[in-house]
């Protein structure tokens, strides 16, 4: 029979870890995206080391201070104070936290909402199905910055009220993603292959449907959140979100407006700091998509 | 032989839409199918495609209800034994290796599933059986921690099987187990199967299209067409003396590799009838080269003997009682 | 080759190479082969050997990824390695077509069946639209179509798979091609459509001396329709023959191995064991060197590290191995 050195290199596939690094690391927007995101949330998690001053603590003899880069600036406040003399800098960090942690709550409500009704729609089919896609179409007919507008005004605005209705208004695209998703998989063999095995129905949908949506899950999530802290921040402009003294940095845009032609920076420094965050969650997110896709057979 | 699993005037319908404004159309996939799975035997059934033997394998593993009829299993309705009661008996083997097996999971789990879904033993005893049976299928054990995805479509037809076998099941429903292999690796899984059906007393459903694969594995052979059982016989009977028309056909398709013989005319018309709108009386009768003048308005009656099952006028009791 | 005008198509020396992220995949190695009008030359193999890359190789319907190269693939004559882009255009789908596997990707959907005959013809034969489908009808009826010209009027998924192979089949015919490459017409087909369909494929091919290159992995179509058999494994073609010859007298291990793998119906026993081949096919990242079927044959020795010769008996049945006679 075959002796050793007759032996040639089987036929094999790279492994699957070494695919996904070669993949991800082709994708710059993601690697970009990521990087931008991931070093918001160390900001975050780091405020209180990192912030030079009590955000809260006001100052009036040192009201409206521009940032260093001007002739009167100072590093004492290297991105000035507001209207109330508070550290600009410390603010701003401090606005990371409210942002993210309206983003990643609004997506765990909603998420949880939007995937198990889409989960239940393609798996069950039939009337399940059509319950579900009447609340999605009910849901979608709604404005939600109207809606939300609307139960603010009746109920008062705080962070928690504003989460709560983010969440419970922005599953309708988890639903239809999912949906679909899992009609897909639910076709497919191996989950036939469960149910011949006696699988229970609870099982089977969070043990071979479920991972197998999950990719669709994530990408899905981090643009809802993008999504939801720019709706946040459209709230809090208008006055009906989060409320002061909270540095949120819709509120400190709204907060700025008056201010808007005498320092123009009390506007620019969170504005800027919402567009690059949107921009870094949208761009990870879209850079795994292009990941997740040619995922399959190759 | 006793009958194992016993299909009793079975029948399945889909509702099919046909656009927004045109109603629904049903669709009769299996069409009154009475039927016997005997103990030890492997009974292929053949078809073409939309003729519903996927419909009735999914049907024989209880995935799919039937809309009338009934399904026994040594006597009892499968409806009264549960999804957990049927798999212990009944599993399947499907055809397409690549969407068949969890692409998240490993091998180890995939076939340690079953298992688990019936609590037997502790994760280490499952861990031991697991492995046992991966040897059985011929998967050394180093494949137990791999992904579906590292493994070649024979290994993951491997990897079905040892799925299926591993709660020890009496019957393996396999919907075309090979048709989607290559031909050197169709061979490896049909001695397997037969290896495994030999040392395990297993009875085999052998679905497919491909006679020649049929004429090699089974021991009874029922064609379908349009839904119904045209004819049914040992194999060996079948492929001597076909007595359907349409049998004769399938046969006459087979491309053995057997130079100088030339393409066969099967003497069929071109068109395959819609399934949505099959024809009156005998379902074949547009197709067949022996039609009698009654074959287009009555449905011709099944007529059983010793040799097997046929329907056919050719082969009727003479005129239909009423 | 006493008469090399007769020769439609002649491949010498193709390789393709596909660049892969593991390096580059060599997915067909140095094969050559001729065609001549009014002979059927069948590739047979399993996947991954390179067949329908060699086809779309000829066709120069390569993927981005793929690179070819060759030392003279010649059409009726003319070396298309070397012609331009233009005048490929000019000769596909006018002198050499093609068809394919799954006819449902080969259609457009959004056209009827008789815009898409009749496209082409009037493209490349500069004809009016009345006698390009007079001409569609004309074929359709020889394809086996009955009431040809209602069907002119209807979109592919208004048709049954069979049907629709067989409208490719008129539209692969339609410029009266020299030279037609069919891949895996039948494999999507049930098995009474696929006689019916090859059938019809063998007819016309004979009647209207076209030059055939049928690519498939069943050796029951090969044997039935083929006049010469090309092997194919791990991008070579490891032996080549008249059918008979390779049917009855198969020279290489592998060709011996596959033959030994199918049942056949009152000749294989029932219920015994078929043939196998051991082992899987090689990687065909980077150098292969030595005869790549070593691996996984029964007969290997020693000198199979290096390129086994190539061997020929005088009715042109050639194989690739270091035996006279592997059986």
């Known amino acids: 029979m075959t002796s050793e050195p007759l032996s040639l290199p089987a036929a094999a596939e790279p492994t699957a870890y070494s695919r996904l690094m070669r993949r991800v690391l082709g994708q710059k927007a993601f690697v970009i995206g990521i990087g931008i995101v991931a070093a918001i949330v160390l900001i975050a998690l780091l405020a209180p080391v990192l912030a030079p001053h009590d955000p809260y603590l006001q100052n009036l003899s040192a009201r409206n201070v521009p940032p260093f880069w001007y002739a009167k600036g100072s590093w004492v406040h290297p991105l000035g104070t507001d209207q109330l003399g508070r550290d600009y800098l410390s603010r701003v960090i401090y606005g990371a936290r409210i942002s993210l942690l309206i983003g990643i709550s609004v997506v765990i409500i909603s998420g949880l909402i939007g995937t198990t009704l889409g989960l239940a729609a393609g798996y069950f089919g039939g009337k399940v199905d059509m319950l579900v896609t009447f609340l999605v179409t009910t849901r979608l007919s709604m404005p939600v910055i109207l809606v939300a507008l609307a139960v603010v005004a009746m109920i008062g605005g705080s962070l928690w009220i504003v989460i709560l209705v983010l969440g419970f208004l922005k599953w309708d695209r988890f639903a239809v993603v999912m949906r679909s998703a899992t009609q897909q998989v639910r076709s497919l063999d191996y989950v036939a292959a469960a149910e011949a095995a006696g699988a229970s129905t609870t099982r089977i949908v969070l043990g071979e449907v479920l991972p197998n949506i999950a990719p669709h899950l994530i990408v899905v999530a981090t643009l809802e959140a993008a999504s939801a802290i720019l709706l946040e921040a459209a709230l809090s402009f208008l006055g009906l979100g989060v409320q002061p003294p909270l540095p949120s940095w819709g509120l400190m845009i709204s907060e700025a407006k008056a201010y808007m032609f005498f320092s123009f920076w009390l506007i620019a420094i969170p504005g800027t700091a919402l567009a690059l965050l949107i921009f870094a969650i949208n761009l990870a997110g879209d850079g795994l998509r292009d990941i997740i896709a040619p995922e399959g057979r190759s | 032989m006793t009958a194992l699993i016993e299909a009793h005037d079975l029948t399945r319908s889909f509702e099919v839409s046909r656009g927004m404004f045109k109603g629904k159309r049903t669709l009769h996939a299996v069409n009154g199918i009475s039927l016997d799975i005997r103990q030890g035997e492997v009974l292929a059934i053949v078809g073409e495609s939309g003729c519903g033997k996927s419909t009735l394998a999914r049907m024989l593993l209880g995935l799919l209800p039937p809309s009338a009829g009934a399904i026994t299993l040594e006597g009892q309705d499968i409806r009264s034994l549960g999804r957990k009661g049927m798999a212990r008996r009944v599993q399947p083997v499907f055809q397409d290796p690549y969407s068949s097996l969890n692409p998240r999971r490993t091998i180890a789990s995939i076939v340690a599933l079953p298992l688990e879904v019936h609590g037997i033993g502790t994760a280490a005893e499952r861990r031991k059986m697991t492995i046992e049976m991966l040897d059985k299928v011929g998967l050394p054990q180093r494949f137990a921690d791999r992904y579906p995805r590292e493994l070649s479509g024979g290994q993951r037809q491997r990897v079905a099987i040892a799925r299926a076998l591993v709660m020890k099941p009496e019957v393996v429903v396999c919907d075309e187990p090979t048709s989607a292999l290559d031909v050197s690796v169709q061979s490896q899984i049909l001695n397997l199967l037969m290896d495994l059906r030999r040392e395990l007393n297993l009875t085999y459903v052998f679905i497919s299209h491909n006679l020649a694969v049929v004429e090699h594995i089974a021991t009874r052979v029922a064609v379908m067409y349009l839904g119904r059982v045209v004819e049914l016989a040992e194999t060996a009977a079948l492929f001597k003396a076909p007595r359907h028309p349409y049998t004769k056909a399938l046969l006459a398709s087979v491309l053995t590799p057997e130079p100088g013989l030339g393409i066969p005319d099967t003497g069929l018309g071109i068109a395959f009838p819609d399934p949505l709108n099959p024809p009156s009386g005998c379902p074949f009768h547009p197709r067949c080269p022996e039609r009698l003048p009654q074959c287009a308005s009555v449905v011709p009656q099944i007529l059983r003997d010793e040799t097997g099952a046929v329907a056919c006028h050719l082969h009727g009791q003479g005129p239909a009682p009423h | ?327």
């Open chain 3, 1 to 327: 080759m006493a008469n090399s005008s007769d020769i439609v198509l002649e491949v010498d020396g193709l390789s393709v190479d596909i660049r892969t992220a593991g390096g580059t995949l060599h997915a067909v190695r140095d094969i050559s082969f001729s065609v001549k009008r009014g002979e059927t030359l069948c590739l047979v193999g399993e996947s991954g050997c390179g067949k329908s890359m060699t086809s779309l190789a000829i066709m120069d319907l390569l993927p981005k990824a793929a690179t070819k190269t060759a030392r003279r693939l010649a059409f009726a004559g003319e070396d298309l390695s070397r012609a331009g882009k233009g005048r490929i255009n000019a000769l596909r789908g006018n002198s050499m077509s093609m068809i394919f596997q799954e006819p449902m990707t080969a259609l457009n959907p959004a056209y009827t069946i008789g815009n898409q005959l009749v496209e082409a013809y009037c493209l490349h034969k500069k004809a009016s639209e009345v006698e390009a489908r007079e001409r569609a009808v004309f074929l359709l009826g020889k394809v086996g179509i009955a009431n040809a010209a209602e069907r002119l009027g209807q979109y592919p998924h208004q048709l049954s798979g069979g049907l629709r192979q067989r409208v490719m089949i008129a539209m692969a015919l339609m410029c009266g091609p020299e030279l037609l490459i069919a891949d895996e017409p039948t494999t999507a087909l049930d098995v009474t459509i696929q006689a019916q369909i090859l059938r019809l494929l063998a007819d016309l091919q004979r009647e209207l001396g076209i030059a055939m290159v049928l690519i498939t992995h069943d050796l029951g179509i090969v044997a039935r329709i083929a006049d010469r058999v090309a092997v194919m494994y791990a991008g070579q073609i490891v032996e080549e023959g008249p059918t008979a010859s390779l049917f009855n007298a198969p020279r290489h291990p592998y060709t011996q191995g596959l033959i030994a793998c199918i049942p056949v119906p009152g000749r294989t026993e029932p219920g015994g064991r078929l043939g196998v081949i051991p082992g899987v096919v090689p990687s065909l990242v980077g150098e292969v060197r030595g005869c790549s079927f070593r691996d996984r044959c029964t007969k290997a020795q020693q000198a199979c590290l290096d390129a086994p010769p190539v061997r020929e008996t005088a009715d042109g049945h050639r194989w690739r191995c270091i035996l006279e006679n592997a059986a």
